[in-house]
C-alpha cells in the first residue's frame, strides 16, 4: 500500500535546538519528494523537494532534507530552531499522498 | 498576484444540502486538485484533474464530485452533505500535466461544517 509515516506528531523544542522530523515513504514507483508547512492561520507552502540528484536538499529557511533510497526516507533536519518555526510540517510523495503531519512547537 | 483563489472561506450546511466550493487559480498551471485536511489525518487528495477537460479519483473521492471548468477553474461539489464531511477543504495547482511532478500552491483553505 502506498503511504507515508512521519514518525512524530507533535514536538516541543527550545530555541536553538537542533530538529530532525522522520519521513518515511512506501510506494511502489518513482517518486518526487516533498516537504511542506503551515505556519499558524496560513495555507500551506513548500519547504523544500527532491526530483533527482544531490540526495541532500536545502530549502527556505534554513531547512534541509536528505533522501535515503535504502531506507526510504527523507528526514527534515534544521540545526538551530527558531520560535518563528512554530508549524504543521507535512511530508508528501508524488503530490498525492501526505503524511499525517507533524506539529512543532518551540519554546521562547 | 492571487494565486490560487477558493470561495467560500467558511460555510455552515445542514446534513442533505448541498453546496459548492469554488477553487480559481491565475498561475496557467495544468493540474488542479482538491484535498481535505482532517486533525492529526494529515491531507487526503479528493479528486484531481491533470489537465483541462480531465478529472481523476484520489483517496477519498465519496460523496463529492468536481468539473474542470477550464484551464483556470476547478470546482468541488458536495450533492448531500454529511457530517463526516465537516473538514477544512484546500484547492491546489501545479505546473506540469503529470500530476506526479512540480509544487503544490495551495490555496487558504475553505472550512466547512456539516450539521
Known amino acids: 500500500a502506498q503511504s507515508v509515516s512521519q514518525h512524530n506528531h507533535h514536538v516541543i523544542l527550545s530555541e536553538a535546538a537542533s530538529l530532525e522530523l522522520g519521513c518515511n515513504y512506501s510506494y511502489g514507483g518513482t517518486v518526487n519528494l516533498f516537504w511542506y508547512v503551515q505556519y499558524p492561520g496560513q495555507h500551506l507552502q513548500l519547504l523544500l523537494k527532491y526530483f533527482s540528484g544531490d540526495p541532500l536538499v536545502k530549502g527556505i529557511k534554513g531547512f534541509e532534507a536528505e533522501f535515503i533510497k535504502s531506507k526510504f526516507s527523507f528526514n527534515l533536519r534544521k540545526p538551530s530552531v527558531q520560535w518563528s518555526d512554530t508549524a504543521e510540517y507535512f511530508c508528501?510523495?508524488?503530490?498525492?499522498?501526505f503524511g499525517k503531519g507533524t506539529r512543532l512547537h518551540i519554546l521562547p | 498576484n492571487a494565486g490560487v483563489t477558493q470561495t467560500p472561506k467558511f460555510q455552515v450546511l445542514k446534513t442533505g444540502q448541498s453546496m459548492t466550493l469554488q477553487c480559481a487559480q491565475d498561475m496557467n498551471h495544468n493540474s488542479m486538485y482538491w484535498y481535505r485536511q482532517d486533525p492529526g489525518m494529515g491531507l487526503r487528495l479528493i479528486y484531481y484533474?491533470?489537465?483541462?477537460?480531465?478529472?481523476d479519483k484520489g483517496e477519498v473521492p465519496n460523496g463529492y464530485n468536481v468539473s474542470r471548468l477550464n484551464k483556470r477553474e476547478f470546482s468541488l461539489r458536495l450533492e448531500s452533505a454529511a457530517p463526516s464531511q465537516t473538514s477544512v477543504y484546500f484547492c491546489?495547482?501545479?505546473?506540469?500535466?503529470?500530476?506526479?511532478?512540480?509544487?503544490?500552491?495551495f490555496g487558504e483553505g475553505s472550512r466547512l461544517t456539516v450539521l
Open positions: 491546489a495547482s501545479s505546473e506540469g500535466g503529470d500530476r506526479n511532478t512540480g509544487e503544490l500552491f
Open positions: 508528501a510523495v508524488n503530490q498525492i499522498i
Open positions: 484533474s491533470a489537465s483541462e477537460g480531465t478529472t
